[in-house]
């Protein structure tokens, strides 16, 4: 077993020791290893904390061990011959502390310095992420944000691996709000036959025929109609559908544009021709029922069935994304699915992959899928964040808003002679922080919760946002800009680490390849910016504490910086964010 990346060193390491000192404690017990990083540096860099499970497994049998402690003793005078830890001591009860030898934080930085930054090999999987997704007809809002957003992120953490990832825009372009947009569409532009109208508000377009569905009883059926006209695909309602889905996309774009987030629109409308087929294959397991009418399935997991046709006959929400979960797994061969959107529809998705394995559209030992339901973004009431008015809060006024403020905050800057930035690049640095500060505040929360929304918060040169890191990477392009030496032609071995907090900055960096890691396996995307944060805090200290231009450790110090920002620059590139050298 071995790994590329630290943790898993340290694991075989502590895994060998562990062996030796009590061998198969671990496999006969159903023991897992249990290998972190320290919470406070004092005591090491990394700590084992087995001694206290394997004194429990072992109390009672013939040579037990005394107490935990024992068990640690044992496991680190155990501990093979290696160059990596050093100073193994027992604290507590029984944890092993274990500290990084200063040459091997050397060597893997001096690597890291010559190579690169690269994540730790794996076997290239064909992912989808389907995320963003905003409906036709209606504003993308704070909701869409963060699943843009977070999607965006994770895309850009796993193309970085060298995955090849689908970025698939399921745009809400097929549901029953079609019949009444096409209808109210004709009714107030009457010639819409000869000239398309050109609308610009069409939210204003969908509220108008919202309140027509929902007040008047003919409009209300003859949307319907409307809707399985043009499922059925008539003519006439495919060309009023096609401009609004038009003018829709054009706004989504814009957006998309400005967050510089790529993606590939594959609707709901996209599925609606296999969807006849998978209805076909599903019955000929014998999986659906007959519910007054209509077609569902039941789960063994959920209470409430996955509605497959209506009694209509009209197809559901439920209906394209099995069709979809079908064409994703089979047509596109994907290996893994990965979905973003808020938390209420957790239980559509846990239902559609139940369903999923029940057919054996899914396979679980070879395909992966997730669902990501985000919580909501709230004010600082805790209630839904709303503009004054009670609107949703529109994406493109929350970004002009952000740009806005750090504008401000970078003009008073020069104002106080802070920076020298130059007045004319103040507007192109401020829509990048600005911008940068909206998707961090969104990606440093873990995407499952709801969180409050501040402007605030957000552009504050202190604590975890996107201004201060970014200040702290600007910072150091600084001193190397400063410095005057041509960094393409100092030698990596110079590199010497001795003071405590280059060592500590150091330590940081190297876990670039863990944090990768586990964010695969567990999708939260907020710990590359808990990391940015730990890695910043330690650039802080460095840069306090240590003197870098005109001493004797100087193009040491340099390297470390160097380093520093290839690995925050790598996080950045990963988040979308793209960071200045001069703030
Ligand atoms: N359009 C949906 C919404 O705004 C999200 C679609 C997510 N993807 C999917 N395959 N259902 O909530």
Redesign the pocket.
């Known amino acids: 077993k071995t790994f590329d990346h630290l943790q898993g060193i340290i694991e075989n390491l502590f895994d060998e020791a562990i062996h030796k000192a009590f061998p198969g404690v671990l496999a006969q017990y159903n023991i897992a290893l249990d290998v972190a990083r320290t919470r406070t540096q004092k005591f090491g860099d990394y700590q084992c904390n087995n001694a206290m499970n394997i004194f429990t497994a072992l109390k009672g049998t013939s040579g037990a061990p005394s107490s935990p402690r024992d068990v640690a003793t044992a496991i680190l005078a155990a501990m093979p011959e290696n160059n990596v830890i050093e100073n193994l001591s027992v604290a507590g009860p029984g944890f092993i502390n274990a500290f990084l030898k200063k040459e091997f934080i050397g060597t893997r930085l001096e690597t890291l310095l010559q190579k690169g930054v690269h994540a730790a090999p794996s076997k290239k999987m064909k992912i989808v992420i389907?995320f963003s997704?905003?409906?036709i007809a209606k504003d993308m809002h704070v909701g869409?944000l963060r699943s843009t957003i977070i999607g965006d992120a994770m895309c850009r953490i796993l193309e970085f691996q060298g995955h090849e990832v689908m970025r698939i825009n399921?745009?809400?372009d097929w549901g029953t709000q079609f019949g009444m947009l096409i209808c109210h569409l004709m009714d107030v532009f009457p010639n819409w036959q000869e000239v398309m109208p050109d609308i610009t508000d069409l939210t204003q377009l969908y509220k108008n025929a919202k309140q027509r569905f929902d007040e008047d009883e003919a409009f209300h059926k003859r949307s319907k109609d409307q809707v399985v006209l043009l499922q059925s695909g008539d003519e006439q309602s495919r060309k009023v559908w096609n401009t609004l889905c038009d003018i829709s996309r054009k706004e989504f774009q814009k957006v998309y544009d400005r967050l510089g987030v790529s993606l590939y629109e594959m609707g709901e409308s996209f599925y609606n021709p296999i969807i006849p087929k998978v209805i076909k294959m599903l019955e000929d397991q014998k999986i659906t029922e007959d519910s007054n009418g209509a077609k569902v399935i039941f789960t063994s997991k959920y209470k409430q069935p996955f509605m497959l046709v209506k009694s209509d006959g009209s197809y559901l929400?439920d209906t394209t994304?099995i069709a979809?979960l079908w064409y994703r797994l089979n047509e596109m061969k994907a290996d893994w699915i990965i979905?973003y959107?808020?938390y209420t529809?957790q239980d559509h998705f846990g239902l559609l992959f139940e369903v999923g394995k029940m057919s054996k559209i899914l396979d679980p030992s070879k395909h992966r899928v997730n669902h990501i339901g985000f919580g909501t973004v709230n004010d600082e009431s805790g209630k839904r964040f709303k503009t004054r008015s009670g609107e949703t809060v529109r994406l493109v006024d929350l970004l002009d808003e952000a740009k806005a403020r750090m504008k401000e905050q970078l003009t008073s800057r020069i104002a106080s002679g802070q920076t020298s930035l130059p007045a004319s690049e103040v507007d192109a640095a401020a829509e990048r922080i600005g911008y940068g500060a909206v998707k961090y505040f969104d990606l440093s929360q873990s995407p499952t919760t709801s969180y409050e929304f501040s402007y605030d918060k957000m552009l504050s040169t202190t604590g975890n946002t996107a201004v201060y890191l970014l200040f702290a990477y600007a910072r150091l392009s600084s001193i190397i800009r400063k410095s005057g030496v041509d960094m393409k032609t100092l030698d990596t071995k110079v590199l010497k680490l001795a003071d405590p907090h280059e060592v500590a900055l150091a330590v940081e960096l190297l876990q670039f390849q863990d944090i990768i890691c586990f964010i695969n396996k567990d999708l939260a995307s907020n710990r590359l910016c808990a990391y940015l944060y730990n890695i910043a805090e330690k650039v802080q200290l460095f840069v306090t504490k240590c003197r870098v231009i005109g001493v004797p450790e100087q193009n040491s110090r340099l390297l470390l910086c160097q380093a520093t920002l290839k690995v925050m620059q790598t996080c950045f590139q990963m988040l979308g964010i793209d960071p200045l050298d001069q703030i």
Do not use: W
């Open positions: 389907d997704s905003p409906n869409h399921h745009v809400g929400y994304d979809a979905i959107t808020d529809q």
